[in-house]
């Protein structure tokens, strides 16, 4: 089936990392997907992983990809209150056809002084 | 700025009404999605066109229907608008018929808030 799940909330202070978590279901997924949601605005497309990769790194983030535990991870560094936002994982099944991203619920990360 | 442009911004409506939204992709670009973002459902796959035909349809109500246009610009109608169809509508673009890789980029959204 297609599912994505995330824990919905995450409060960090300033300067420490965050790690924002999901799970996926499709093991068919080739890509796998973090965006970035600001209040009223649209989707930003942070980073995305190709499955044949564990790890990929774009100056403070890092996303870790578990295959066999279809768990993905997105660790941000030194976060920033300009980092607050809701932060989706997302998935492209071969069972849509890689036609459609799934999407998980969000994560809504607050970060404090 | 992703490219894609989503107009209007904001929508206020009522009950019963019909709307269109539009959006242009990227320059380039041959497909269009339409995603639905609602609080008690999240981001939904509505349809997607690739240059111009009708290519994948997911959780979109037969009230709604959407097209790709030969200048590429695709258009959702919402009719019989009901207060659950308050979201806000995003429209994704890519050169490719699928959406993989590096083109999944969206618009900025049309908020339709029905009342």
């Known amino acids: 089936g297609e599912d994505v799940e995330q824990s919905l909330f995450l409060s960090v202070r300033e300067g420490d990392s965050s790690v924002i978590n999901c799970t996926y279901t499709d093991s068919s997924s080739t890509y796998l997907y973090w965006y970035k949601q600001e209040p009223g605005a649209g989707l930003q497309l942070l980073t995305y992983?190709?499955?044949?990769?564990d790890m990929k790194q774009d100056q403070r983030l890092t996303v870790l990809l578990n295959k066999k535990d279809k768990h993905l991870s997105l660790r941000i560094a030194d976060t920033q209150t300009g980092d607050s936002a809701i932060y989706f994982c997302?998935?492209?099944?071969?069972?849509?056809?890689?036609?459609?991203?799934?999407f998980g619920a969000g994560t809504r990360l607050a970060v404090h002084p | 700025d992703s490219g894609v442009t989503q107009t209007p911004k904001h929508l206020i409506t009522a009950t019963g009404q019909r709307v269109t939204l539009r959006c242009s992709p990227r320059s380039g670009d041959l497909s269009v999605y339409w995603y639905q973002q609602s609080l008690d459902q999240g981001l939904q796959f509505l349809i997607q066109?690739?240059?111009?035909?009708?290519?994948a349809k997911g959780n979109i109500l037969e009230r709604f229907s959407a097209q790709q246009f030969p200048d590429l610009h695709s258009e959702l109608n919402l009719s019989s608008l009901e207060l659950g169809d308050s979201a806000l509508y995003f429209c994704?673009?890519?050169?490719?018929?699928?959406?993989?890789?590096?083109?999944?980029?969206f618009g900025q959204g049309t908020r339709l808030t029905v009342v």
């Open positions: 066109y690739y240059n111009g035909e009708e290519r």
């Open positions: 992983i190709f499955s044949n990769m």
């Open positions: 994704a673009s890519s050169p490719q018929p699928g959406q993989g890789g590096t083109e999944a980029f």
């Open positions: 997302a998935e492209i099944p071969l069972s849509g056809g890689y036609n459609k991203l799934i």
